[in-house]
């Protein structure tokens, strides 16, 4: 057993230069360079082009659009050029890049395409989730023991017989094929091998770290993978390790290339004028200083699609809405009344610590969701038969004649009306309606998490959620509002759903925040730490639909709290129905063409686009909701309500940064990647999609799974990105010297901005509410005047001839 860890050791360390890829029912948005973060910026995409193949920074046409559209600072840019020792004549600078490019990656030796062909329909097969009609067999020995008995029936693989002969154990095997290399180079060679296909590596690396039902009953590790491969290797005569001059240009990028020149002109162009409104703002906090009850408070995820629908809510009445991390502190494993879906939805940062079922509370309920759900289990199969077998859909269509071909064509031409139709006859109930979540704890259930939450525990989240919040004062209702998507036909459905819920909806969360805040041994002790609840504070969870900008509120209402909620209800229509014609471009003038469009995304099966998403993310603001309140942020800005004055040892502050900073960090360098390199970081357009095994999607019929976003995630049109690929700007409203502390206390959050992942900027209340911009080893530089002054005109690039 000892002579085997100094392997997997190696392997784990090598592994850690691929990204972490989720399950398309559970797509996280996470960092594909995240093994690099401990290097600078310029360094690791460097490093990843060697490794990975992929580009790291947008392409000249694309920096060009951006300075023809007035989104670089002509000014910012020059000085930027000038620092760094290049030409400051803008089209020269483009014209360089544009020479320098890189050309791509060199084509893969035939050999080791046939390797990983070979071996990328074994890990579909094996890793298939379900969707698959004739499972591998075998599968419960183990990806590398199924692999080694049924290697000799696949007539690609020169040599089954040997596959079978394999040692016994993986680590063996790897051993035996690499005995005539020194154990130095190992290290390289499993680096090399493993990056061939990322997609599968990082579902590996995913499976094996997070456990649960098929990593149990199927197991599959990266020794046994690598052992695998390693055989196929020898079997095609493919390259074992990489180049010596591959391995000799690694890293060696010093100085920051043309590229990220331009790229910060462009970042520090947008933090300008966002900085510039957000002190402007700061300046007037203490003016506008109010004491009066709002009537509802909404709290929503701090998701950048938040921030839109906040506004318009708080336009149509004396309403007042946050930003906390969609999970709502919560960090839960969620099961649904019939037990059939289990998620962690919580960040993939965190690990579930409570186990949170449905429980039904009325009888009669339960009875009619379960006939109501037999009949949709029953049409659904029938769906899935005309599927997957040709007869079958023959003879279905044969027999229901003219009238399945008018459904197909409505569900196709008119999705919108059908989606009415639709919503109009159903009638099961959902189990918001007859369940409730069971919060109490019970040390009795014999799960692998506690089921459900102590006492302390409730208090703790509940209180933690408001002090992160810095809240004072409660309205009559307060509404926890998660959030979900809503599309047809979409195999990243889920990089729709909330990300702090790891790609799940949020409404669960919420309601279990609802239920613990509104439970009475909870308010007395939150009464005893200083968090006054009024007794007629009810307490709503609700799901904001981020396709179609409805909010669905749920739980009972007491006649107490009727005319309140009626009312609630009236202003989010009244919302929805402006956010959706900003989101649209539909005139808000009394027409509801816009709710119609956002329905019609919903519904139609051939919309590849039925929401943005994330798309345009490249702000994160930390502060009262009174900074940002008469700012349109256009939808780009993540939120996280914080008050300065009611966090006086900065542990609020500090639980912000770790946790949700970090986790937009992510988000970010998703969409970052994904823009300026789809083919390696994205995954290509829908329409090509192959969904393997509901674990992924290939790009024609085999091969790596892709590991990221769809190009209609990202692009408005072919060369033309909708997302504009900026690192996050960070800006948080306080003490400079607090956010120093925390700094300094948490080495991984000044590495991050040390080595330019991200950029942080805090407007310091104590200081004359002016601007300090983070610049390396706990430093800071007051931002200027100049700065911060409305970017001048842009010129026109004849102008620099």
Avoid at 199 to 227: E, F, H, N, V
Avoid at 447 to 454: E, I, K, M, Q
């Amino acid at each position: 057993m000892n002579t085997e860890s100094p392997i997997e050791d190696c392997i784990d360390s090598a592994a850690e230069s691929v990204g972490s890829v989720w399950p398309l029912h559970s797509f996280v948005t996470a960092n594909p360079l995240a093994g690099f973060e401990d290097r600078p910026f310029h360094e690791a995409v460097s490093e990843a082009e060697r490794l990975l193949g992929g580009d790291g920074y947008p392409d000249a046409g694309v920096f060009r659009r951006a300075y023809e559209t007035g989104q670089i600072d002509p000014e910012l840019l020059r000085s930027a050029l000038s620092e760094h020792g290049f030409d400051d004549d803008i089209e020269r600078s483009l014209e360089q890049l544009e020479e320098t490019e890189s050309a791509g990656s060199a084509e893969r030796e035939t050999a080791m395409d046939r390797v990983d062909t070979v071996l990328s329909k074994w890990l579909a097969a094996f890793l298939d989730q379900g969707q698959a009609k004739w499972p591998m067999p075998n599968r419960e020995q183990g990806f590398y023991g199924a692999f080694r008995s049924v290697a000799r029936h696949d007539g690609e693989i020169p040599d089954g017989d040997a596959i079978a002969a394999l040692p016994d154990e993986p680590v063996d095997a790897i051993r035996d094929h690499l005995a005539e290399y020194p154990t130095d180079h190992w290290a390289d060679i499993f680096e090399f091998q493993l990056a061939a296909l990322p997609g599968w590596t990082g579902l590996l690396k995913q499976r094996a770290d997070d456990g649960g039902a098929w990593q149990s009953a199927y197991p599959i590790t990266l020794s046994g993978y690598l052992a695998a491969r390693l055989a196929l290797v020898e079997q095609f005569d493919a390259p074992l390790s990489p180049t010596e001059t591959d391995a000799d240009t690694a890293g060696t990028e010093s100085e920051p290339p043309l590229a990220e020149v331009w790229l910060r002109a462009w970042e520090q162009s947008y933090r300008a004028e966002l900085t510039d409104s957000l002190t402007d703002a700061s300046e007037s906090l203490e003016a506008a200083e109010t004491t009066e009850r709002p009537d509802a408070q909404l709290v929503f995820c701090i998701d950048t699609r938040s921030e839109i629908i906040r506004r318009h809510i708080e336009a149509t009445g004396e309403y007042e809405t946050h930003g906390y991390a969609g999970f709502f502190g919560v960090p839960m494993r969620y099961s649904d009344v019939d037990g059939e879906t289990t998620v962690d939805a919580c960040p993939p940062i965190l690990d579930a610590e409570h186990r949170i079922t449905e429980r039904p509370v009325s009888e009669d309920g339960r009875e009619e969701y379960e006939r109501w759900q037999s009949l949709r289990e029953s049409a659904t199969g029938a769906i899935s038969r005309l599927r997957s077998n040709v007869a079958t859909a023959f003879s279905f269509v044969e027999s229901t004649g003219a009238g399945y071909g008018a459904a197909l064509a409505a569900r196709t031409l008119l999705p919108a009306r059908v989606r009415g139709l639709r919503d109009s006859a159903e009638k099961t109930p959902d189990s918001h309606e007859f369940c409730e979540p069971a919060i109490d704890h019970d040390p009795d259930a014999g799960h692998d998490l506690p089921a459900g939450l102590t006492l302390e525990e409730k208090v703790e989240y509940a209180a933690t959620a408001f002090e992160l919040m810095g809240w004072e004062q409660f309205a009559r209702v307060v509404v926890f509002a998660g959030h979900r998507s809503e599309t047809a036909n979409n195999p990243f459905d889920s990089s729709l759903d909330c990300g702090a819920c790891a790609g799940n909806p949020g409404g669960p969360n919420a309601r279990v925040l609802a239920a613990i805040c509104n439970d009475s041994a909870v308010r007395e002790r939150l009464r005893e730490r200083g968090i006054e609840i009024p007794e007629d504070t009810l307490f709503l969870a609700g799901e904001h639909n981020t396709t179609t900008d409805e909010i669905e509120l749920y739980g009972d209402v007491p006649e107490s709290h009727e005319a309140d909620i009626g009312q609630l209800r009236a202003d989010l229509e009244a919302a929805r129905t402006a956010a959706a014609a900003e989101r649209t471009g539909e005139s808000a003038t009394g027409s509801d063409a816009a709710v119609r469009e956002t329905e019609r995304r919903a519904a139609d099966w051939a919309e590849t686009r039925p929401e943005w998403g994330l798309a345009g993310n490249a702000g994160f603001v930390v502060g009262p909701r009174e900074l940002t309140d008469d700012i349109d942020l256009d939808g780009r800005a993540f939120l996280h309500s914080y008050d300065w004055t009611t966090d006086a040892d900065g542990e609020a502050l500090a639980a912000i940064m770790t946790g949700p900073m970090v986790v937009t960090q992510w988000i970010n360098t998703q969409y970052y990647f994904a823009t300026v390199d789809n083919a390696a970081y994205g995954s290509g357009s829908k329409v090509t999609h192959n969904p393997v095994g509901n674990v992924g999607v290939y790009q024609g019929n085999g091969g790596d799974i892709m590991t990221g976003l769809p190009l209609q995630s990202l692009m408005s049109a072919d060369e033309e990105p909708y997302h504009q690929p900026l690192r996050l700007s960070t800006v948080v409203h306080a003490p400079v010297d607090r956010v120093t502390e925390i700094l300094a206390e948490h080495e991984e959050l000044q590495e991050l901005l040390d080595n330019n992942w991200l950029s942080l900027t805090v407007v310091d209340p104590t200081q004359g509410h002016r601007a300090l911009r983070y610049e390396e080893d706990l430093e800071w530089t007051p931002v200027s005047d100049e700065e911060l002054s409305t970017p001048e005109e842009t010129e026109p690039l004849a102008a620099d001839d």
